[in-house]
T-cell receptor
Framework: EAGVTQSPTHLIKTRGQQATLRCSPISGHTSVYWYQQALGLGLQFLLWYDEGEERNRGNFPPRFSGRQFPNYSSELNVNALELEDSALYLC???????????FGSGTRLTVV | QKEVEQNSGPLSVPEGAIASLNCTYSDRVSQSFFWYRQYSGKSPELIMSIYSNGDKEDGRFTAQLNKASQYVSLLIRDSQPSDSATYLCAVLLYNTDKLIFGTGTRLQVFP
């Protein structure tokens, strides 16, 4: 069974640009979660999508947005990139929240 | 008060010893608790989940939950150098319906 896949592995962008990160959940999982892990900090909850709808979002500005497609894959968009957005972005999926999440290998975003 | 708190460490233990990792949480009605292991440069990996008060054992790992004290712990018996990693405590907060992570405890197991 394929795990959670994320692309690209690394992404380098210039301040002010937009970044698009992609995630494919484990087959059969309908929920996708996005987290940000900045250097030295813990995982910060960004967004939760389920059945194509945004169910919850963390304490991040509106320039962090995303969507979930009919096949349950998801995309995270970060507009007007700032240097502080440099971080590891992790996507996770689950069948039921009480079972915990399975994480992908992440996208390392560097803003210069 | 942070929603999930962990000592950042590092916690250093000799090979073969028991490593004890602790976590406290603020949401009294949380129901689901998880321990993740994260190697440097890698993504978190789920190693244990616990939902009821008491102990839950899985191989060398034992998770302990005390809801009255809002406390979760992870014991690693017969620690190995390969256990050296950051251990993240995560709590599914009932009031926000989000899985919230602590900042992690770095464990170092030396030969």
């Amino acid at each position: 069974e394929a795990g959670v896949t994320q692309s690209p592995t690394h992404l380098i962008k210039t301040r002010g640009q937009q970044a698009t990160l992609r995630c494919s959940p484990i087959s059969g999982h309908t929920s996708v979660y996005w987290y940000q892990q900045a250097l030295g900090l813990g995982l910060q909850f960004l967004l939760w999508y389920d059945e194509g709808e945004e169910r919850n979002r963390g304490n991040f500005p509106p320039r962090f947005s995303g969507r979930q497609f009919p096949n349950y894959s998801s995309e995270l968009n970060v507009n007007a990139l700032e240097l502080e957005d440099s971080a590891l972005y992790l996507c996770a999926s689950s069948l039921a929240r009480i079972d915990g999440y399975t994480f992908g290998s992440g996208t390392r975003l560097t803003v210069v | 008060q942070k929603e999930v708190e962990q000592n950042s460490g590092p916690l250093s233990v000799p090979e073969g010893a028991i490593a004890s990792l602790n976590c406290t949480y603020s949401d009294r009605v949380s129901q689901s608790f998880f321990w993740y292991r994260q190697y440097s440069g890698k993504s978190p990996e789920l190693i244990m989940s616990i939902y009821s008060n008491g102990d839950k054992e899985d191989g060398r790992f034992t998770a302990q939950l005390n809801k009255a004290s809002q406390y979760v712990s992870l014991l690693i018996r017969d620690s190995q150098p390969s256990d050296s990693a950051t251990y993240l405590c995560a709590v599914l907060l009932y009031n926000t319906d989000k899985l919230i992570f602590g900042t992690g405890t770095r464990l170092q197991v030396f030969p």
